[in-house]
């Protein structure tokens, strides 16, 4: 009986050498159960193929032009390409480093995949170079004939027209610059029309 009492007391006086210790470690043990409990969770990140430089429109690309970052799931654009699929395409518009490489972003084996049915792509060219500089793919446009002649009124050829790429602009460009068009064949036939007899001008759509 005096060794339960003994081994008793000496329990006692090594929990109150370590109630110190033993406060401390629970103290952060529950520390660290609160900041799991109330810390919001990490959102989720998928790998993403991205420029890794400005790219001019008509780039092909290679595997330096490309990287691979992390970014959050819910800000992915949609049909993202893979890294390995992209070498060897062909940039549809100028990109700035960091930019998604998704199917918009290069040409498909139809420029106008994705598009509506029974669209073709038409190349046109516009007078003004410095207006085209200011399109982006995607934007949508309205097409006008207009000639030198006095009195004559400008028409408008293309309505809501949207752009499908531009071609690369050589800095010294004094012939207006191309653009690539999504249209009908009838559209098409006018612009083509058109462009044997006036210029082009062109003005964003609303």
Known sequence: MADL???????????LRH???VAATSASAAAMVAVQIFSPALPSTTSVAVSSRDLAAG???TSADIRVVE??????????????ELVGETVAAPMRAGEPLTDRRVLAESMVAGYPAGLVAAPVRISDADVVALLDTGNRVDLYAAS???GVTARRVVHDAPVVTLPQLPEDSRDGALIVLAVTPNDAARLA???ALTQ?????SS
């Open 200 to 204: 082009l001008f062109l003005t964003l």
């Open 193 to 195: 029309q058109a462009s």
């Open 5 to 15: 009492h003994r081994l008793a007391s000496m329990m006692r006086r090594a929990l």
């Open 71 to 84: 970014m959050t799931t819910d800000l992915v654009p949609s049909e993202v390409s893979a890294s390995d």
């Open 148 to 150: 030198a002649g006095a």
């Open 19 to 21: 109630r110190r210790l």
């Open 59 to 61: 780039t092909v690309l």
